[in-house]
């Protein structure tokens, strides 16, 4: 079992930034790919971001590239997502994620564990 733990949620104005951070425990010496999803109110859950246990391969869904970035430190079990630019349409309550296999995947289904979530609420 992983346990996942995100933080760096908040209340920010549009074109303000936030780092979110994901921390691993339990099975830590398995390698997992790691994924960023987010749900806003009355909308289904929505792909962000997913990063491979290389760090070599990355995924963003469109709407956030070039805004958003993924990132980990495999020694202390943590993936980052770095939001800049954040627009009123990016809240939401985001969610760290982890697949049974090393790799960077934007399929929901692929995920075996999933954090609780830290709020996003961007301000116009």
């Known amino acids: 079992q992983v346990q996942l733990v995100e933080s760096g949620g908040g209340l920010v104005q549009a074109g303000g930034s936030l780092r979110l951070s994901c921390a691993a425990s339990g099975r830590t010496s398995s390698r997992y790919g790691m994924g960023w999803f987010r749900q806003a109110p009355g909308k289904e859950r929505e792909f962000v971001a997913a990063i491979s246990w290389s760090g070599v391969f990355i995924y963003y869904v469109d709407s956030v590239k070039g805004r958003f970035t993924i990132s980990r430190d495999n020694a202390e079990n943590t993936v980052y997502l770095q939001m800049n630019s954040l627009k009123p349409e990016d809240t939401a309550l985001y969610y760290c994620?982890?697949?049974?296999?090393?790799?960077?995947?934007?399929?929901?289904?692929?995920?075996?564990?999933w954090g609780q979530g830290t709020q996003v609420t961007v301000s116009s």
């Open positions: 994620a982890a697949p049974r296999s090393t790799r960077a995947t934007m399929e929901a289904d692929e995920y075996a564990y």
